[in-house]
C-alpha cells in the first residue's frame, strides 16, 4: 500500500478529495495536515475535521499554519493585481466560493495536539519507506517543514500537487489561487529536490462536471457518493452566483474537482493524458505576475528538475474511477 500524507485548505473540492483518499482502501493514508487558503485556518480545520468525521475514520489531523510564509507582509502586493471575486454580497447575502463551514454537523473530534509542520518532519526525516504527499492547498506547511530540514526531500516519494496554471489562471490574471496564496512556498516545494507532479488548472479544468454528473453520482447511492455530488452541484451554484466560470463562456454551469484529481492520479495515472517533464518557477516578485507558475517550455533546455507538469484529463476515466471508488 502506497503511504501518503494529504496537506488541505478544505474547502469544497479538499473535502472531495479526503473522500476519495479514505475510500481508497489501497492506498494507506497516513494523515492530514491543514494549512489556510480557502478560508482562514480556523474553519479550514474545522471543515477537514467534519468530513473526516462523515466517514467516520480514525485518520489523526493537524493543523498547520494560518498564515502564508512572508505575503502578507508586503501588503502592496494585493494592490498590484486585480483578484478574482471570490466573495460578493448579493441581495444582502455574502456568497463565498468555499463555504465557510461545509453542511456536515460540527466536528465533535479533535485535531492532534502536534503542529502539522512538527508532525511533517518528525515523520519525513525517520521514514523507512518513502511517502508521497499530496498538497492540495497553498503550500505553506510543506515549504515550513523543507525549510527547517530540506533533507526530508529524499524521504518524499513524490509530492503531487495541485497549483498554478499555465493558460489557464483564476486568482489573479496570471496566477492560481494556491500558488498566489503563498508564491514563496510553492518555489521552495518547486526547487526541493523531490519529484514534483504538478496538476494546475490546465489540467483540473480539462474535465468539467455539470449538474447531471453530480446527480449521476448521487444515484449511486452511499452517503459518500451523495455529498460527493452535492459538492459539485452546491460548486455549479456557487460559482454562477459569482459569476465565476472555468470556461472562455461567461454563462457555464460546471465545476472542476481539482483536489480530488491528485488523489485519483496516485489510483491511476492514466487519467492524466499529457504529462510532461519541464522546468517549472513561480514568480514571487510581488508585481502583476506574483505567483504565476513558469514552465520552461524551450525543447533544448535541459531538463534537470524532477517537475513533471499535467495538461490534460481523461473525464471518462475520471467519472469510472470516481463510480467505483464512491460506490464501495
Ligand atoms: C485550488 O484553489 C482552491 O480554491 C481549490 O481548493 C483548489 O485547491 C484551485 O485553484
Ligand atoms: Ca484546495
Known sequence: KRPFILDVDTGTDDAMAIIAAVKAAELDLRAITVTHGNQPLPNTLENTLRVVQFLGVDVPVFAGCPDPMVRTLTAGREMNVRRQPYEQVIDGQVVNMHEDYLPLPPAKIAPQPEHAVAFLLRTLRVASTPI?????????????????????????????????????????????????????????VL????????????????????????????????????????????????????????????????????DALCVLYMLDPRIVTDLRREACDVDFSGGFADGQLIVDTRSYMPRDDETYVAYGIDKERVMRLLCDLLGR
Open 132 to 188: 508521497t504527499v499530496v498538497a492540495v492547498g497553498p503550500l505553506t506547511n510543506i515549504a515550513m517543514a523543507l525549510r527547517l530540514d530540506p533533507g526530508i526531500a529524499r524521504n518524499i516519494r513524490e509530492l503531487i500537487v495541485m497549483g498554478g496554471g499555465i493558460r489557464a489562471v483564476n486568482s489573479t490574471s496570471d496566477s492560481e489561487f494556491n500558488f498566489f496564496a503563498d508564491p514563496e512556498a510553492a518555489q521552495i
Open 191 to 258: 526547487k526541493a529536490g523531490a519529484r514534483v507532479t504538478i496538476l494546475p488548472l490546465d489540467a483540473t479544468t480539462s474535465a468539467l462536471f455539470d449538474r447531471r454528473d453530480a446527480q449521476c453520482l448521487r444515484d449511486i447511492g452511499t452517503p459518500e457518493a451523495e455529498f460527493f455530488g452535492r459538492l459539485i452541484a452546491d460548486f455549479i451554484d456557487r460559482m454562477a452566483l459569482l459569476g465565476i466560470s472555468n470556461t472562455s463562456d461567461p454563462g457555464d454551469h460546471s465545476a472542476a474537482i481539482h
